[in-house]
């Protein structure tokens, strides 16, 4: 059963930084592209960053390009976010997400909140 | 990017109603989309893909339609457990965006 499962979150102060990682199971995490999704408190779904299979590929939100990379080590199965100059609206909480193949598979989500 | 919009931000409805959502593309995604519901305190949780297959599991009161830039949601007749937020996602091209989201509260 494929799975993913996201861990890193915590409480940091504005303008730090924090690495998320996501641990996935259940399918060939190398064939795959992968996709950072977060959710602010009472706010929609926002895709943050996707990486292609290989890693050559990456694309971001605007709302956090050139302060979030997304990267991957096939060999460990995981995938990372590493977050730099935090601000207060980046307050969420990170999904890790498989591509559609036909249907996405989502984690449960880990909560990164920044505050001083 | 591709814009995602949905109308109406907030629907109030009775058990037993047939309620449809909208789910607007700034461009042709094909039959690119999906949609969720998602519940307080709760991941998203995938109803419809490529905008009108069922997913396993999803009961058949919810239906999907449209392609190339518009697309709907229905629910046949609404249940209690149905009362949550839906939103719609494109996943033709990176970064994945989404409409903001449909509030299905009771009347």
């Known amino acids: 059963q494929a799975q993913v499962v996201e861990s890193g979150g915590g409480v940091v102060q504005p303008g730090r930084s924090l690495r998320l990682s996501c641990e996935v199971s259940g399918f060939a995490f190398d064939t795959y592209g992968m996709h950072w999704v977060r959710q602010a408190p009472g706010r929609g779904l926002e895709g943050v960053a996707t990486?292609?299979?290989?890693?050559?590929?990456?694309y971001y939100a605007n709302s956090v390009k050139g302060r979030f990379t997304i990267s991957r080590d096939n060999s460990r199965n995981t995938l990372y976010l590493e977050m730099k100059s935090l601000g207060i609206e980046d307050t969420a909480i990170y999904y890790c997400?498989?591509?559609?193949?036909?249907?996405?598979?989502w984690g449960q989500g880990t909560t990164v909140t920044v505050s001083s | 990017d591709i814009q995602m919009t949905q109308s109406p931000s907030t629907l109030s409805a009775s058990v037993g109603d047939r309620v449809s959502i909208t789910c607007r593309a700034s461009?042709?995604?094909?039959?690119?989309l999906g949609w969720y519901q998602q519940k307080p305190g709760k991941a998203p949780n995938l109803l419809i893909y490529k905008a009108s297959i069922l997913e396993s599991g999803v009961p058949s009161r919810f239906s999907g339609s449209g392609s190339g830039t518009e697309f709907t949601l229905t629910i046949s007749s609404l249940h209690p457990d149905d009362f949550a937020i839906y939103y719609c996602?494109?996943?033709?091209?990176?970064?994945?965006?989404f409409g903001p989201g449909t509030k299905v509260e009771i009347k």
């Open positions: 996602q494109q996943y033709t091209s990176s970064p994945w965006t």
């Open positions: 990486i292609s299979y290989d890693g050559h590929n990456k």
């Open positions: 461009q042709s995604i094909n039959s690119w």
């Open positions: 997400v498989r591509e559609w193949d036909p249907v996405p598979v």
